[in-house]
């Protein structure tokens, strides 16, 4: 998953614990992350710094952390 460029989480009814975020650190080369319609809370995305295009729309969220250096466009409404 090293190399991968964009991820599609949307509608599983993720909640997205330490450990499961641990495991996307790896990601250096994500540009798109779509995590919509989930039951995320938190998210730590700082590690991802490529990333250009995140969706998170319709979770829980509370709080969201981002390295911001790429980023084009984020998508966090109904939260």
Sequence with gaps: LEYCRQIDFRM????LNDN?????NNLFHLTHLDLSNNQIVSL???SL???QHIRC???QMEQLTLAGHSL???HVSHN
Excluded: V
């Excluded at 599983?12 to 909640?15: A, E």
């Excluded at 499961?20 to 996307?24: A, G, N």
């Design 44 to 46: 730590d995305l700082r």
């Design 12 to 15: 599983n009814s993720l909640k």
């Design 72 to 74: 084009r466009r984020i």
């Design 49 to 51: 710094i490529a990333l």
């Design 20 to 24: 499961e975020q641990l495991l996307m």
């Design 57 to 59: 729309s319709r979770n």
